[in-house]
Structure formats: C-alpha cells, structure tokens
C-alpha cells in the first residue's frame, strides 16, 4: 500500500504551517510537485521552502516535478473543459504513484490554502484509489485559507451576525448577480474584475487582496464606489510588475438604516 498526505499549506505565509502538517510534512518520502510554468515559479519556491524551514535536518526526502497539464481558460465550456482537465491531472498522479514511489513509502501534495477550497487533489486520490489500478490510501492536513487570510489581514469577519456567507467564483457571480439571501460574498478566482459590475451599487463594500499573506501583499478596503478604479489601478500595476496576479474578495452589502 502507498500513502498520500494531501497536505494544506497555508495562502502564502510560510507561518500558516499548522503543527499537524509539519508533522505530516515529516513523514513524507516524496513530495509530488505539478509545475503550472515559470510564471507560478513563486508557488513552487514556497513549497521547497516550506519543506526546507520545516522537514528535520536528517530525514530525508525528495521531489518528483510533472508538468502540470494545460487548459483552455477561455473556453465558454467550463465544466467539461475543468473536468478533462482533472482526468489530465488524475492521468499524472498515477504515473508519479506508479514510477516515483515504492510499495509502503508516503507521498505528499502540498496543496496552497486548503485542499477542500476550490482544489481539486481531494476529488482526484479519490477516483484513483477507486479506479483500483493504485493501491493507495490517502489523507487530508487542512490548511489556512486565501479567504481566512483576506479576513485576517483586513481584520474583519467572514459572516456578519447570524447571516449566511456566499464563496464564488468571478464567472459565477457575473451569471448570477449579488446572491439575494446574503450580505456577504466571497470572489475568488476572477481574472475579469467582476466587482467592477457592482460598483455603482452605493450599499457594498469590498475587502480585496493581492498575494495576500506574501511580501507582496496589496490590500484595499472601502466604499465599492471610491475604490473600484483603485483596486483596478493596483491590479494592472501589479501584473504587470509580477507577470501573473492572485487577488480575492469579500464584497459586503451594508445594513440599511431604519
Ligand atoms: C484554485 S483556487 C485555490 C484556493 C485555495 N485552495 C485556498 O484555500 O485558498 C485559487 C484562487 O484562490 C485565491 N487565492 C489563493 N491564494 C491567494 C492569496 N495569497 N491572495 C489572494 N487570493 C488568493 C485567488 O482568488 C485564486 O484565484
């Protein structure tokens, strides 16, 4: 039997390591690393990093590197084109457990935020310990969040008091609009600006962060109305500068006043 640690490793702090995924860390033989291209070089860094700061100097352990395979962002099929691209995935994992491990040895996958938001490794050790080709067993070392992060660094609440939260993607709310039952949606995932529909809507505010958690944190927060063009100003500065951006929101509907 071989052993995968599906291991969450925080939003970008090194700090955000709990204690059970440094002892996770430690058991691991060999760390499973999906190479998405230069542009996410950073991501990778922070993984050897993490591994270096955390793992004990005699143990040792080693990575295997697969390309990460390829999707069309830009296709209006999304699901299909999302669900071709984890059987891609699945295809890679099962090469790396059948070539890079031996029977008894534990692999890691260090999986940013955590593995059960918007990630797809859970759903995909599932269907390969399913598949039965793999003698695997597998499990699951939560992580901080790039929505607990966001919270913490704008030092608000996710929810205000007794109210449901709303977590989503940019594509999902420009269908949809601002959910109805809710004063509180969480965007991640939109490379569109979709916040910049909503910025003549005078009764929302927006909690919005880049790199959160990173040394280059960029965080607005204020009035949707006064800092749209700001966020939108900061955003194109920062892709610019870095190539590649990673930035979530919290929009917030405020309390009428009776
Ligand atoms: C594929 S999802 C992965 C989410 C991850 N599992 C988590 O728990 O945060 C990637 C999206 O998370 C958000 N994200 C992740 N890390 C972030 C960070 N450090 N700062 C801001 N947004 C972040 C961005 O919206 C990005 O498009």
Redesign the pocket.
Known sequence: MKTILII?IG??NPEHITIQAVNALNRVDVFFIMDKGEAKGSMIDLRRDICARFITANRKYRFATAQSPQWDRHSGEYNAVIGGLNSDKQAVFEQMIAGEMQDGETAGVL?????S???STIRIMTDIAAAGRQAITYDVIP?I???H??TAQHRTTLNTVGQPVEITTGRRLTEGGFPPRTDSVF????GDETYRHFAEDDSLDIYW??????PDEILIAGRLKDVAGQIAQARAAAKKTHGWI???YLLRRRRQKD
């Open positions: 969450g939003a970008g999986v940013w935020g955590d593995p938001l918007y990630d992580g969040s790039s929505l992060a966001l965007v991640m995932l939109d962060g880049a790199y959160v958690g990173t990673m930035d979530s």
